[in-house]
């Protein structure tokens, strides 16, 4: 994740640099982009949570989240800093938790609680494409590139790809077709900060799992948050 977060770093330096005025000679005028948009490429690193959980079922180690995509900034004011976004995104998302989802004889899906159990690794992995819908405020200018933002809205996605990772002492579970996923996925956003350094959180308006995944008579549930921080490409 470091090697990441510095190449990350290192992108948008570059993008922000190619994208300022040059100093203007002598007898120059410097032009200004009227119509200006602002923040269409996005680049977020996250820590993720699990929250709602059953009873017996708790998060344990780091969980990290990678996602990016691009917005469609749409301005609704002269000033230009007042706008709509629209877009689409790629999110990638590691839970390390005790959750065990097993098979049944049947082949279907066993759900479980591994505490008190000692084992080596218990995740999920999820891929989703996203779709962010964004209403957005800042003080940005045509001149400068710097500025305050606040932008908040929600986000559709669709879990086109999940796995259930389990490796103990006494073999491994792995599991990708599970039946009582909530593969369309809708969650709040809300993201703030100024110039490079953004901060972003997200929290999911459905449970990953629906009412048929159960221990014993609880339901499983569970409703996934991110915290982290956003970087913005022009």
């Given at each position: 994740m470091k090697k990441v977060l510095i190449i990350i770093i290192c992108c948008l330096n570059a993008v922000i640099g190619l994208g300022q005025e040059p100093e203007s000679g002598i007898g120059k005028?410097?032009?200004?982009?009227?119509?200006?948009?602002?923040?269409?490429?996005?680049i977020g690193l996250t820590y993720n949570l699990i929250l709602n959980r059953p009873t017996d079922v708790n998060q344990s180690g780091f969980s990290g989240g990678l996602h990016f995509g691009f917005v469609r900034d749409m301005p609704i004011n002269k000033r230009r800093n007042v706008a709509f976004g629209v877009g689409l995104g790629y999110s990638l998302n590691v839970y390390n938790h005790n959750l065990l989802v097993g098979e049944g004889d049947a082949g279907e899906s066993v759900f479980g609680s591994l505490r008190g159990i000692d084992f080596n690794i218990n995740r999920f992995t999820t891929h989703l494409f996203e779709a962010p819908v964004e209403f957005r405020w800042r003080t940005s200018t045509p001149e400068s590139h710097k500025f305050y933002r606040i932008y908040t809205g929600l986000r559709m996605g669709y879990l086109y790809y999940f796995k259930s990772n389990f490796k103990g002492a006494d073999g491994d579970v792995s599991r990708t077709n599970v039946d009582e996923l909530n593969r369309l996925r809708f969650g709040a956003t809300f993201t703030f900060g100024w110039n490079t350094f953004n901060f972003h959180f997200y929290y999911s308006l459905n449970s990953l799992f629906s009412g048929d995944a159960v221990i014993g008579n609880e339901k499983v549930g569970i409703n996934t948050a991110k915290v982290g921080l956003v970087?913005?490409?022009?």
């Open positions: 005028e410097k032009t200004l982009d009227s119509l200006y948009r602002e923040d269409q490429f996005y970087f913005y490409l022009l």
